[in-house]
């Protein structure tokens, strides 16, 4: 299964989630921590990552006569390199955007089961804004974005931190005018 298909999946999405910034966790971890997902799935998505090589054993011990693994993210493989995502049909992108909203929707309803309605007004933003860019501006505010997620991406779990998922979208809903224009061609008015 290639990385495409393998990250293209809501649980798997999750797992890679829950594995990240260095933690080493056993399946019955990421149940507890998805408990909208059958222990069955979570088994068996953990075991497909494992096989494509984005999850690692870090460690086996006998519980109750059953061998339990504790799983490491292996992070150069849980991704999309730009390679691949330039290949993808637009199928495969309207299929991994799917995957990712709907790994949101999950992630975002075990949250509020666990009782935080309260504190969402301190912790939690899903406002939209639609924005007037040129192509340089753009390319500015991606950067700036990147950096700013990219130094804090290496931040480890400690007790004063907590994990957020961050999900930054864009595309674009309209072709600039002059661009539009130029495709119309010339004399052609709207």
């Known amino acids: 299964m290639d990385t495409l298909e393998l990250l293209a999946h809501p649980v798997r999405?999750?797992?890679?989630?829950?594995?990240?910034?260095?933690r080493t966790l056993t399946t019955s971890q990421l149940c507890a921590r998805m408990p909208d997902i059958s222990?069955?799935?979570?088994?068996?998505?953990?075991?497909?990552?494992?096989?494509?090589?984005?999850?690692?054993?870090?460690?086996?011990?006998?519980?109750?006569?059953a061998v339990e693994?504790?799983?490491?993210?292996?992070?150069?493989?849980?991704l999309i390199?730009?390679?691949?995502?330039a290949s993808a049909s637009l199928e495969d992108h309207r299929r991994v955007f799917a995957t990712a909203m709907a790994t949101l929707i999950a992630e975002?309803?075990?949250?509020?089961?666990r009782g935080h309605g309260g504190s969402i007004a301190e912790s939690v933003g899903y406002r939209q804004?639609?924005?007037?860019l040129s192509r340089e501006e753009l390319a500015d505010m991606i950067s700036e974005l990147r950096g700013t997620i990219v130094a804090r991406m290496a931040n480890e779990?400690?007790?004063?931190r907590a994990q957020y998922l961050l999900s930054p979208i864009l595309f674009p809903l309209e072709e600039p005018a002059a661009q539009a224009r130029a495709e119309r061609g010339p004399g052609v008015t709207p």
Not at 157 to 160: G, L, Q, S, V
């Open 39 to 65: 222990k069955a799935t979570v088994y068996r998505q953990v075991g497909l990552l494992a096989e494509g090589g984005v999850l690692e054993i870090d460690g086996e011990q006998r519980v109750r006569g």
């Open 81 to 85: 390199d730009a390679e691949t995502a």
């Open 69 to 78: 693994r504790t799983y490491r993210l292996r992070g150069e493989l849980a």
């Open 129 to 132: 804004h639609a924005l007037w």
């Open 108 to 113: 975002f309803n075990v949250f509020l089961d």
């Open 13 to 22: 999405l999750r797992v890679v989630h829950a594995m990240s910034g260095g």
């Open 157 to 160: 779990p400690t007790p004063e």
